[in-house]
């Protein structure tokens, strides 16, 4: 079968533009054949666009498939494991078809969640970071960056779960400020443009941070380092602030004196999204949700696999809340 595909046109360097991606055609054949319903996106791909990509994963080549996640229905099986009409997950990416061995594939159940595409978010990272990593339990006071993103979004919400006594967020706009605040649950929450965040920390919390789950870097962190209680855990996701130059510009090095001095714990950290991380998140997010005590933030973009791309770049941008994905029509 020929389908539709995202394909690199070029590795990116400097800015993502809607040229560094093409509309292709593709033969698609195996045991298995699925129609993409949904296709998830995250920031994170944007590392995997670029010629001098540090994720110890391969690169996307020109020419080469880009995107991962995506949830759709099985249309035609030759295996006993899927049949017509199944809801599956895959990592095959932006195409409106895809076909491979039923293995590859992963079976969905259709009443878990009220939406598909809840399985398309950032919960196994924001999770495994929040609870394994930074640990956080009863009495912490938590700050995180990027508060109103894919993984931040989901974080906090998961330290108040945890016991967290207090969460803070920051966020890019006064409209996500007040999305955090009053559907989210975080206690207060800032606007990074508006003044000094070290000066928001200090008046959100004025006996300090004990918990850090920083996305951006840059000056959140560095006021996240003035805001810590001695011995706090600091959970190293990304550095979005910094995303674009070369290598060592979007990833620099954290300042490891002030911390050293203070005692803090730099904790970065990568998710692979290994299935005990997914059969984690899965169980408490189930179970939260059921309770009542947990909010699903996504956007759900509307649209033909050729607006894919823009939608991606959209995100990159900060046009979006929560988790975001695109809905095939």
Same mark, same amino acid.
């Given at each position: #079968?020929?389908?539709?595909?995202?394909?690199?046109?070029?590795?990116?360097?400097?800015?993502?533009?809607?040229?560094?991606?093409?509309?292709?055609?593709?033969?698609?054949?195996?045991?298995?054949? /699925?129609?993409?319903?949904?296709?998830?996106?995250?920031?994170?791909?944007?590392?995997? #666009?670029?010629?001098?990509?540090?994720?110890?994963?391969?690169?996307?080549?020109? !020419?080469?498939?880009?995107?991962?996640?995506?949830? !759709?229905?099985?249309?035609?099986?030759?295996?006993?494991?899927?049949?017509?009409?199944?809801?599956?997950?895959? #990592?095959?990416?932006?195409?409106?078809?895809?076909?491979?061995?039923?293995?590859?594939?992963?079976?969905?159940?259709?009443?878990?969640?009220?939406?598909?595409?809840?399985?398309?978010?950032?919960?196994?990272?924001?999770?495994?970071? #929040?609870?394994? /990593?930074?640990?956080?339990?009863?009495?912490?006071?938590?700050?995180?960056?990027?508060?109103?993103?894919?993984?931040?979004?989901?974080?906090?919400?998961?330290?108040?779960?945890?016991?967290?006594?207090?969460?803070?967020?920051?966020?890019?706009?006064?409209?996500?400020?007040?999305?955090? /605040?009053?559907?989210?649950?975080?206690?207060?929450? =800032?606007?990074?443009?508006? !003044?000094?965040?070290?000066?928001?920390?200090?008046?959100?919390?004025?006996?300090?941070?004990?918990?850090?789950?920083?996305?951006?870097?840059?000056? &959140?962190?560095?006021?996240?380092?003035?805001?810590?209680?001695?011995?706090?855990?600091?959970?190293?996701?990304?550095?979005?602030?910094?995303?674009?130059?070369?290598?060592?510009?979007? =990833?620099?090095?954290?300042?490891?004196?002030?911390?050293?001095?203070?005692?803090?714990?730099?904790?970065?950290?990568?998710?692979?999204?290994?299935?005990? &991380?997914?059969?984690?998140?899965?169980?408490?997010?189930?179970?939260?949700?059921?309770?009542?005590?947990?909010?699903?933030? &996504?956007?759900?973009?509307?649209?033909?696999?050729?607006? /894919?791309?823009?939608?991606?770049?959209?995100?990159?941008?900060?046009?979006?809340?929560?988790?975001?994905?695109?809905?095939?029509?």
């Amino acid at each position: #079968m020929i389908t539709r595909e995202i394909q690199l046109a070029a590795q990116i360097v400097g800015v993502p533009k809607p040229d560094h991606f093409t509309i292709a055609e593709a033969e698609v054949d195996g045991e298995v054949l /699925v129609r993409t319903d949904r296709v998830g996106l995250a920031a994170t791909y944007l590392e995997l #666009m670029r010629a001098d990509c540090t994720i110890p994963v391969p690169a996307w080549q020109p !020419g080469q498939r880009v995107g991962v996640a995506a949830i !759709g229905t099985v249309v035609r099986s030759d295996s006993p494991e899927l049949e017509v009409g199944d809801l599956v997950q895959s #990592m095959t990416g932006w195409s409106e078809y895809s076909a491979g061995p039923a293995g590859s594939y992963l079976k969905l159940d259709r009443e878990l969640f009220a939406d598909p595409g809840y399985h398309l978010g950032q919960g196994p990272t924001a999770y495994y970071g #929040m609870a394994d /990593v930074a640990a956080v339990g009863e009495g912490d006071v938590v700050f995180v960056s990027g508060a109103a993103g894919g993984v931040g979004s989901l974080a906090g919400q998961i330290a108040k779960c945890l016991g967290a006594a207090r969460v803070i967020g920051s966020a890019g706009s006064p409209a996500k400020v007040n999305y955090l /605040v009053n559907e989210l649950g975080y206690d207060a929450a =800032f606007d990074y443009h508006d !003044g000094s965040a070290a000066q928001r920390l200090k008046e959100f919390a004025p006996e300090g941070i004990s918990v850090f789950f920083d996305v951006v870097g840059g000056e &959140q962190y560095d006021a996240a380092l003035q805001a810590a209680r001695p011995g706090a855990r600091f959970a190293l996701c990304g550095s979005l602030s910094s995303q674009l130059g070369d290598a060592s510009e979007r =990833f620099p090095q954290p300042d490891r004196t002030t911390a050293e001095a203070k005692g803090i714990e730099l904790l970065p950290f990568s998710c692979y999204h290994t299935p005990d &991380q997914i059969a984690a998140w899965r169980e408490h997010f189930s179970s939260w949700l059921s309770e009542g005590r947990f909010v699903y933030p &996504q956007t759900v973009v509307e649209g033909g696999i050729e607006d /894919v791309p823009q939608a991606f770049l959209s995100l990159l941008q900060g046009s979006y809340r929560g988790n975001v994905s695109v809905r095939l029509s």
